[in-house]
T-cell receptor, first 112, second 114 residues
Framework: KNEVEQSPQNLTAQEGEFITINCSYSVGISALHWLQQHPGGGIVSLFMLSSGKKKHGRLIATINIQEKHSSLHITASHPRDSAVYICAVANAGGTSYGKLTFGQGTILTVHP | ETGVTQSPTHLIKTRGQQVTLRCSSQSGHNTVSWYQQALGQGPQFIFQYYREEENGRGNFPPRFSGLQFPNYSSELNVNALELDDSALYLC?????????????FGPGTRLTVT
């Protein structure tokens, strides 16, 4: 079992729909990152959170430390949101302190 | 754009050769992490450099090595290339190695080994 699991692996939506991507992890963490990767490879950091909830425009990220679960929500989705969304956790301690462990990514396609 | 640059953008090498990839970190960042991303997979941590010293390593063999320079730019060297080394190599810089710091990713170097 991977340390970081995302679901779903693939997601197709119509423009305007509300989207949720889930991330579960099994290790102790100091922070969780949500990243966006467009075709061609570049990765952009969307959120970094260690508790609660963060909002940026149409994007909302939540984390429940006790349940080791995080969600990324996109409201009023748009075709330009089509990308791979990756959850990554920063290990809490030991020799792996700060190292990012990534989920496999969720491929989101939003149709007009 | 993050201010993190990588070179080259694409590279084709033959099995058994050696390759050096370069990364310039964001201004003020003293930590650089390197990741390997195979096609269709999430990135995997190779190693991290903090103030010119290796500061953690993932499950990669010793033929993957690195350097960080006084200006905090970094190199990833891979010796004796294998076909499975074909991947996108990403570097990311951060203010320090702690897990609470946002990482700023470069655009990546796509390496193809034939």
């Amino acid at each position: 079992k991977n340390e970081v699991e995302q679901s779903p692996q693939n997601l197709t939506a119509q423009e305007g729909e509300f989207i949720t991507i889930n991330c579960s992890y099994s290790v102790g963490i100091s922070a969780l990152h949500w990243l966006q990767q467009h075709p061609g490879g570049g990765i952009v950091s969307l959120f970094m959170l260690s508790s609660g909830k963060k909002k940026h425009g149409r994007l909302i990220a939540t984390i429940n430390i006790q349940e080791k679960h995080s969600s990324l929500h996109i409201t009023a989705s748009h075709p330009r949101d089509s990308a791979v969304y990756i959850c990554a956790v920063a290990n809490a301690g030991g020799t792996s302190y700060g190292k990012l462990t990534f989920g496999q990514g969720t491929i989101l396609t939003v149709h007009p | 754009e993050t201010g993190v640059t990588q070179s080259p953008t694409h590279l084709i090498k033959t099995r058994g050769q050696q390759v050096t990839l370069r990364c310039s970190s964001q201004s003020g960042h003293n930590t650089v992490s390197w990741y390997q991303q195979a096609l269709g997979q999430g990135p995997q941590f190779i190693f991290q450099y903090y103030r010119e010293e290796e500061n953690g390593r993932g499950n990669f063999p010793p033929r993957f090595s690195g350097l960080q320079f006084p200006n905090y730019s970094s190199e990833l060297n891979v010796n004796a290339l294998e076909l499975d080394d074909s991947a996108l190599y990403l570097c990311a810089s951060s203010l320090d190695p702690g897990g609470y710091n946002e990482q700023y990713f470069g655009p990546g170097t796509r390496l193809t080994v034939t």
